[in-house]
Nanobody
Framework: QVQVVESGGGLVQAGGSLRLSCVAS????????MGWYRQAPGRQRELVAG??????NTADSVKGRFTISRANEKNTIYLQMNSLKPEDTAVYYC????????WGQGTQVTVSS
């Protein structure tokens, strides 16, 4: 059983920065497919940035502002978010795909104008 835990959300003013962390535990296998998603009120959950095999995908809406990185040996990924905008306000979820999808509980990011 894989457990996924996010941390690092909070309240920040527009233009500020936050760094999210996600740890997937419960396996010694390196999980290659991990990523960040977000869901704003009344909207569908969407991919923000993720690793899939050897490639990285980043949503157009955050390119140049958000950077995903990882520490393989710990099944840990990070999301550095700079130049935050009010429209980035959402619950941010981490997903790890290891045979099936495992989701974290989410962390709230609120950007005030």
């Amino acid at each position: 059983q894989v457990q996924v835990v996010e941390s690092g959300g909070g309240l920040v003013q527009a233009g500020g920065s936050l760094r999210l962390s996600c740890v997937a535990s419960g396996t010694f296998v390196i999980i290659n497919n991990m990523g960040w998603y977000r869901q704003a009120p009344g909207r569908q959950r969407e991919l923000v940035a993720g690793f899939s095999g050897g490639s990285t995908n980043t949503a157009d809406s955050v390119k140049g502002r958000f950077t995903i990185s990882r520490a393989n040996e710990k099944n840990t990924i990070y999301l550095q978010m700079n130049s935050l905008k009010p429209e980035d306000t959402a619950v941010y979820y981490c997903k790890a795909r290891f045979m099936i999808d495992y989701w974290g509980q989410g962390t709230q990011v609120t950007v005030s104008s």
